[in-house]
């Protein structure tokens, strides 16, 4: 029977959940007062760049980057500056591509770690330079940390150690709950009064069956659960990198987390888009163009995502065989 709308910002007792992962996952002292939840991570993107971003204003985020990011802020009457990033910074932002990209109108950054397509992490120590350099300069630091929980080669470190970055995260991915739609944003005290207000008139609450669904993710008995699927996640991480490797895709590093592998596939094609096509309907196994993911060399690229068990995992691997041998 709990269907009615809820606050706007969400069950009290789902944001004191949310707040206490935040400490207890990674030690960061998050005030349930600062969290909001929302339809999905994209929700609570929208409800930040409809804070932060409007007419004139710009917003720095990667290239290849989840593609939704520019259409929010372009949604926004914003404009999306697409930073090139490649192997030599693990794909991510650096403080130095920041400061070369960065013009009065800059009003946010965005970083996402680990990142959708590539799977790669920023370190803390970079992390924390950006964020220095943008609270001197009165910029917005948003950070998506949707697969934060999904990090497997290293420790798993949240933004939210600091009080004044707007951090983003969703129930879909470590808490597999991509269905029910619904993710949380933790922001800065200041801007809480006018979140709540876009929350009211956005999209009034996210969807209260969903809310109280949430309050079990936290519980003992399913975080080990989850903790069994992340190291699965790893498991097939580990079989299918080494096994496209070997194959002639190039992967310049290792991803330290989500399940995806970004990899240049030159040495098969080149238009990645025309590959992807073609494989998927001749071998029946589907990859993506990296044009699905932003402008910079997207014809090199393919993302794979290692979402399938690992006997369908090899099959897709032995297909990809027979595909390349005609």
């Excluded at 650096?94 to 990142?115: F, G, K, N, Q």
């Excluded at 592998?261 to 096509?277: E, K, N, P």
Aim: aromatic residues 10%.
């Amino acid at each position: 029977g709990h269907t009615h709308y809820t606050d706007a910002l969400g069950l009290s007792t789902l944001r004191e959940a949310i707040a206490g992962f935040h400490g207890s996952r990674w030690q960061a002292a998050v005030d349930s007062a600062r969290v909001v939840v929302t339809p999905g991570a994209s929700g609570a993107l929208l409800l930040a760049l409809g804070l932060l971003a409007g007419p004139g204003d710009e917003v720095l985020m990667a290239d290849p980057g989840y593609p939704c990011n520019r259409h929010f802020v372009r949604f926004c009457d914003a404009r999306a500056v697409a930073v090139p990033v490649d192997g030599s910074s693990a794909f991510q932002l650096t403080l130095e591509l920041i400061e070369r990209y960065a013009t009065a109108a800059t009003r946010a950054v965005l970083i996402a770690s680990p990142s959708n397509p590539t799977g790669t992490a920023i370190s803390p120590v970079e992390l924390g330079r950006i964020h220095d350099w943008c609270a001197a300069r009165g910029v917005a630091l948003i950070v998506d940390e949707i697969y934060l929980a999904l990090t497997y080669d290293a420790p798993e470190h949240s933004a939210a150690r600091w009080d004044d970055v707007f951090v983003i995260n969703s129930f879909s991915k470590y808490f597999l709950m991509t269905g029910w739609r619904l993710g949380w944003l933790v922001a800065p005290a200041w801007a809480m009064p006018a979140l709540e207000r876009l929350a009211q008139n956005l999209f009034l609450a996210a969807s209260t069956p969903a809310q109280h669904a949430a309050l079990a993710a936290f519980s003992p008995k399913t975080l080990a659960e989850l903790e069994a699927r992340k190291t699965e996640l790893r498991s097939r991480r580990d079989f299918l990198l080494p096994a496209l490797r070997e194959r002639g895709f190039d992967i310049a590093m290792q991803p330290q987390g989500a399940f995806y592998l970004y990899a240049d596939c030159r040495a098969h094609t080149d238009d990645s888009y025309v590959f992807a096509q073609t494989l998927l309907e001749e071998a029946g196994v589907a990859v993506t163009p990296g044009l699905d993911f932003g402008q910079h060399r997207p014809e090199r690229f393919l993302r794979f995502a290692y979402t399938q068990p690992l006997p369908r995992l090899a099959e897709a691997v032995a297909r990809l065989d027979a595909f390349l041998a005609r």
